[in-house]
């Protein structure tokens, strides 16, 4: 089994920055690939980056936030890092880390493919 725990979330004013973290554990097979998700009352959970746990690059990222979020990791304390820059008031959302033991798609990003998921942390852009 896998188990997330994501932390670093919080209140900030536009165009400041946040670093959120999501400490993982259990089996490596099963966190192929580690993304960050966002959802919002209301709307859909949205696919913001994800990462091959093997190599530690990138994947895909949405266009929103192209230019602004970095997804990285520190493979030896199993922890997944999304910095967050210039954020904006549309970033305000649930931020929730995934994993998935399957490969990470360069195109898209789905929640139907990761089987584990955080409880999520709260960003607010105020």
């Known amino acids: 089994d896998v188990q997330l725990v994501e932390s670093g979330g919080g209140s900030v004013e536009a165009g400041r920055h946040l670093r959120l973290s999501c400490a993982a554990s259990?089996?490596?097979?099963?966190?192929?690939?580690m993304a960050w998700f966002r959802q919002i009352p209301g709307k859909e959970r949205e696919g913001v980056a994800s990462?091959?746990?093997?190599?530690?690059?990138?994947?895909y990222v949405v266009d929103s936030v192209k230019d602004r979020f970095i997804i990285s990791q520190d493979r030896t304390n199993k922890t997944v890092y999304l910095h967050m820059s210039n954020l904006k008031l549309e970033d305000t959302a649930m931020y929730v880390c995934?994993?998935?033991?399957?490969?990470?798609?360069?195109?898209?990003?789905?929640?139907?493919?990761?089987?584990?998921w955080g409880q999520g942390t709260q960003v607010t852009v105020s």
């Open positions: 995934a994993a998935s033991p399957f490969a990470c798609s360069w195109s898209y990003l789905i929640e139907s493919d990761f089987s584990y």
């Open positions: 990462l091959d746990a093997a190599d530690g690059h990138p994947r």
């Open positions: 259990g089996h490596s097979s099963n966190r192929n690939c």
